[in-house]
């Protein structure tokens, strides 16, 4: 054994404690030397996965989990990235670079944004992602450390589609990749000794993605929940599930009844938000009537009006940048608040209000 000299000891049953903390010395030295080294780690991880398993059966299960492997390798190959163990509905990946990684689980998404244009809303894949760059060991295929459950706690703290990263990450990446970063605070994260800070990464097209909207008539402001399919209505609950994921709702009792159930969608494709109308009321988007079950496409700035009762405009957050100190300069978003009372589960139609 070699650290900057050579070292022979005797039979193991023959060393004093002296020597077998020497020996301790040296072999961590050398384990540091040969397998420690600097990587960006990624976990991947399918959002709601039990009660899918649950609902569907196993078959379905297994299938979304393969559909999910599918994805990763589609998405990170061209960026070098490598699947290095699954479990479950999990994945641990590993990249040569923050760069690379970055854009890899960007791709990721996306692909995943694709895919569930195909299916049904029960049926749509969600992941949430986690990332984070520091030492670990690995002598190859093999990666572990300190670092892997940091970073696997990382991703279990992030939301339905959201990439969450640890400052080490965010310091590695260029001025172009920190403008795309905002800042979540320090985390409590499980399994892990002291809080950390965290920023999650603003993965579309700002110009083409609302991320927000505001409700004219009551002011309110929801921030949109990265889904690749939200549905808005004034309905809260059907059948013991969520109905809409922003329920809508009127100051007026009679007006918020020209609201439907179910009143439209907004469809994330590649090019940004399509909403589609589920009502056979007139709903509008700029001043134009749309009819029900047509795409149409929503960006910022855009006015959606509901049956002349309620105006919805297409927001999208500030992120300001970062500072010298990476410091990531961000306006945040107002919290969703309730907007609707809860009521019982209703049929899909009922007199004298739309579907």
């Given at each position: 054994?070699?650290?900057?000299?050579e070292?022979?000891?005797?039979?193991?049953?023959q060393?004093?404690?002296t020597e077998i903390i020497?020996?301790?010395?040296l072999l961590?030295?050398?384990l540091?030397?040969?397998?420690?080294?600097?990587?960006?780690?990624?976990?991947?991880?399918?959002?709601g996965?039990?009660?899918?398993?649950?609902?569907?059966?196993d078959a379905a299960?297994?299938?979304l989990?393969q559909?999910?492997?599918?994805?990763?390798d589609?998405?990170i190959?061209?960026?070098?990235?490598?699947v290095?163990?699954?479990a479950?509905?999990?994945?641990?990946l590993?990249?040569?670079?923050v760069?690379?990684?970055v854009?890899?689980?960007?791709?990721v998404?996306?692909?995943?944004?694709?895919a569930?244009?195909?299916r049904?809303?029960?049926?749509?894949l969600?992941?949430?992602?986690g990332?984070?760059?520091?030492?670990?060991?690995?002598?190859?295929?093999?990666?572990s450390?300190?670092?892997v459950?940091?970073?696997?706690?990382v991703?279990?703290?992030a939301?339905?589609g959201?990439?969450?990263l640890?400052?080490?990450?965010?310091?590695?990446?260029?001025?172009?990749g920190?403008?795309?970063?905002r800042?979540?605070?320090v985390?409590?994260?499980?399994?892990v000794?002291?809080p950390t800070?965290?920023?999650?990464?603003?993965?579309?097209?700002?110009s083409q993605?609302p991320?927000?909207?505001r409700?004219?008539?009551t002011r309110e402001?929801?921030?949109?929940p990265?889904q690749?399919i939200?549905?808005?209505?004034?309905?809260?609950?059907?059948?013991?599930?969520?109905?809409?994921?922003?329920v809508?709702?009127h100051?007026d009792p009679?007006?918020?009844r020209h609201i439907?159930?179910?009143?439209?969608e907004?469809?994330r494709?590649?090019?940004?938000?399509?909403?589609?109308s589920?009502?056979?009321?007139?709903?509008?988007v700029?001043?134009r009537?749309?009819?029900k079950?047509?795409?149409?496409p929503?960006?910022?700035?855009d006015?959606?009006?509901l049956?002349g009762?309620?105006?919805?405009v297409?927001?999208?957050?500030s992120l300001?940048g970062?500072?010298?100190d990476?410091q990531?300069m961000?306006r945040p978003?107002l919290?969703a608040?309730p907007?609707?009372?809860?009521?019982?589960?209703e049929?899909?139609?009922?007199?004298?209000?739309?579907?």
């Open positions: 054994m070699t650290s900057g000299r070292s022979t000891f005797g039979p193991l049953d060393l004093s404690m020497r020996l301790q010395g961590q030295q050398e540091t030397r040969r397998f420690e080294r600097q990587m960006l780690l990624v976990f991947s991880d399918i959002v996965s039990m009660p899918y398993f649950t609902r569907f059966g299960g297994r299938q989990q559909l999910h492997f599918d994805l990763l589609q998405g190959g061209p960026f070098q990235g490598r290095v163990d699954t479950g509905d999990g994945a641990f590993v990249f040569p670079s760069d690379s990684a854009r890899g689980v960007v791709a998404q996306r692909l995943v944004s694709h569930n244009l195909s049904a809303r029960a049926h749509q969600q992941l949430r992602m990332l984070h760059w520091g030492p670990v060991l690995t002598d190859g295929p093999a990666v450390g300190d670092s459950n940091l970073c696997s706690r991703a279990a703290s939301a339905a959201e990439i969450r640890t400052r080490e990450v965010f310091q590695e990446l260029g001025s172009a920190r403008m795309q970063c800042a979540l605070g985390v409590e994260l499980k399994g000794r002291e800070d965290v920023l999650a990464l603003d993965w579309h097209d700002r993605f991320s927000q909207v409700i004219e008539e402001v929801i921030d949109l990265l690749d939200i549905t808005f209505g004034r309905l809260r609950e059907h059948e013991g599930l969520p109905a809409n994921d922003v809508l709702t100051p009679q007006m918020a439907s159930r179910w009143h439209f907004l469809r494709r590649i090019d940004g938000f399509w909403m589609r589920l009502s056979d009321t007139v709903t509008e700029n001043g009537p749309t009819p079950g047509q795409d149409v929503v960006k910022p700035g006015r959606i009006r049956a009762a309620l105006t919805l297409a927001l999208q957050s300001f970062a500072d010298d990476g990531t961000f978003a919290s608040r907007a609707a009372e809860s009521g019982p589960a049929p899909a139609a009922e007199a004298g209000a739309s579907p």
